[in-house]
């Protein structure tokens, strides 16, 4: 009932639409009644009194008739249609725009599949529920003008009619429970398929290179499987609904006739009345079967309401002031002060971190697997929020500033480069959507791209695969670092950026480095520490607390972890070597 009332709330943008549309719904229910009315006429007056007069009237009102519900019907659908498109595209955006305001932690949880399904497929399932709207009006408004007629032309008649109604009432009931819960299983087994899908086309080259098509097909199969089980219950049940109630009807309508038939035959009825209500009876059935197919529309679409909504009340995490402080100018002075932080309560991943760092400072952060590095770059964008102390950019809290503006001063190069869809030139222009072509080139040549992208046919217009498919590790690299350059941020963020890279390509991306952190406030993510001997700082993590802290030189002195962890990457090079 809430996903319900939930959606009933956008209509309201809608009203216009909506009230139009019911109006044309009430024009095509009255236009439906009118052929039994006029068979009491067809029968007295034409067939047995045969009244040419009448014959030439029934005949014309018919067309008129006939024509007026053709143009309702088509207005209607029409103006239906558009306000059930006008609301999909308003909860695809609402959810769209509450998956870009959820926090890292949100996506980390969830499965890529089932959230798109809840956007593509969940949302498409409430346009039936929609457009079903002004139909279950117009069934009601035809029900109960057939209803009124019949009890105007023989009550008793009509009241043995009325009587089949619970029967069906307790049928639909039953089957509307069963089509609830199948509905919300059939959106999840759609999510199951979507999440398969989506993680080989991903993973595709680890797939192919383990040779995993079998087991990836096994998954898949599995999930398609599930699907068509959820499915075919589904259908099922709107199959055994439709002739369940029809042999109800059919029951009703035989005793019925015996009963009319019976009254004509002791003169107590005219042939013209009990064809007419025999005509209004049939067409009584016809809006009680539709509504039994809304039933199960209403039924199978709750569960797919239940999961956008679920979708748009995951509480955002990472929130800003009333007011938040605009950073407007940046110096790139960035401090922890005992930060603590953890993903769920039971594990704290940094603990008591206290770091003072100036402007234009290069610190590395290194230490073991787990440690904490990449959660310690996280939080400086706000990706995470802390559960205590405070994280400060130029002094000021980062939680008293705009999201937006404390971003925009923050660049961030990772070791896996994401490329969109659309040109070289679009991908720079990421870091500055404002840039001009000249500024596109210029930061292509700081970071070493300019000469590969020219050498391609189409130069910095040569369209890109999905995810850079069709450029190298390396080249995708560097058009990260050309749209880092473009967004010229004051505090530089670097997560592996050269690793996985062969060493001319590394070279490359080091001459890049250097320039990109020239007088920048930089963090270093590194696992091979010979890319951080020249850092100004090293910050040693183990178990989320810093260890050690100093320079390279000094912490060799020391004989510390970061000793240990320098002397064991040395010895395995010269192994290698």
């Known amino acids: 009932m809430n996903s319900l009332l939930r959606i009933a709330g956008y209509f309201r943008s809608y009203r216009t639409h909506f009230l139009s549309s019911i109006f044309l719904n009430l024009i095509v ?25 009448m014959l030439h009237t029934i005949a014309l009102s018919l067309i008129v008739i006939m024509a007026i519900k053709g143009v309702a019907a088509f207005g209607q659908s029409y103006l239906m249609m558009l306000a059930a498109q006008s609301i999909l595209r308003d909860i695809r955006t609402a959810a769209f725009d509450r998956l870009q305001s959820l926090s890292l932690a949100f996506f980390e949880k969830q499965k890529t599949g089932q959230i798109m399904s809840r956007i593509t497929n969940d949302v498409l399932v409430l346009q039936n529920l929609i457009i079903t709207f002004t139909d279950t009006i117009g069934h009601t408004v035809a029900l109960c003008g057939f209803c ?25 009931n039953k089957f509307s429970g069963k089509m609830k819960k199948i509905g919300a299983r059939m959106q999840n087994r759609i999510g199951d398929i979507s999440t398969v899908l989506q993680e080989f086309i991903v993973g595709v080259k ?27 219950r589904g259908n099922k049940i709107n199959s055994l609904t439709s002739p369940v109630i029809e042999f109800i009807n059919t029951v009703g309508l035989s005793i019925i006739f015996w009963y009319g038939g019976y009254e004509v035959i002791n003169n107590r009825l005219d042939a013209g009345q009990l064809i007419s209500f025999l005509t209004a009876l049939v067409g009584l059935f016809t809006p009680i079967k539709n509504l039994s197919r809304v039933s199960n529309v209403v039924s199978q679409s709750i569960g797919a309401g239940d999961r956008v909504f679920e979708l748009l009340d995951t509480p955002v995490e990472i929130r800003e002031k009333d007011n938040p402080i605009e950073l407007n100018e940046c110096k790139g002075a960035v401090e922890f002060d005992k930060v603590i932080f953890s993903y769920s309560n039971d594990e704290i991943v940094l603990n008591e971190i206290n770091l003072k760092v100036a402007p234009g400072e290069i610190i590395a952060l290194v230490g073991p697997s787990g440690a904490g590095k990449s959660t310690f770059a996280n939080l400086i964008p706000r990706f995470f929020d802390i559960n205590s102390g405070a994280i400060k950019v130029d002094g000021i809290d980062i939680r008293d500033l705009s999201l937006n503006s404390l971003r925009k001063k923050i ?26 072509d000249n500024d596109v080139i210029a930061a292509a040549k700081l970071s070493n791209a300019d000469d590969f992208i020219q050498a391609l046919p189409q130069g910095y217009q040569t369209v890109l695969g999905e995810r850079g498919v069709n450029l190298s590790g390396g080249q995708a690299q560097r058009i990260a670092l050309a749209r880092a350059f473009l967004k010229n941020p004051s505090i530089l963020i670097l997560d592996e950026a050269t690793s996985a890279l ?8 080091k001459e890049s480095l250097a320039k990109l952190m020239l007088n920048r406030t930089t963090f270093m993510i590194a696992h091979r520490l010979s890319t951080v001997v020249n850092a100004h700082k090293i910050v040693v993590l183990n178990h989320g607390k810093i260890v050690e802290y100093g320079t390279h030189s000094d912490l060799l002195i020391k004989k510390g972890l970061y000793s ?14």
């Open 29 to 53: 229910a009255i236009c439906t009644i009118y052929p039994a009315w006029i068979m009491k006429s067809v029968v007295n007056d034409v067939l047995i009194n045969r009244n040419i007069k």
């Open 148 to 172: 009124c007629y019949i009890f105007y032309l023989h009550w008793k008649l009509a009241f043995i009619s009325v009587i089949i109604v619970p029967f069906i009432g307790a049928i639909l």
């Open 206 to 232: 680890a797939v192919k290179s383990f040779t995993l098509e079998n087991y990836i097909r096994e998954r898949f199969e599995h999930a398609n499987q599930e699907n068509f089980k959820e499915n075919m």
């Open 411 to 436: 660049g961030m190069v990772h070791q896996e480069t994401l490329l969109f869809s659309g040109t070289i030139a679009d991908n720079i222009k990421l870091g500055n959507l404002n840039a001009s």
């Open 502 to 509: 062969d060493s001319e390509t590394e070279n490359l991306i």
């Open 564 to 577: 240990n962890l320098y002397d064991a990457q040395y010895a395995s090079f010269a192994i290698a070597q």
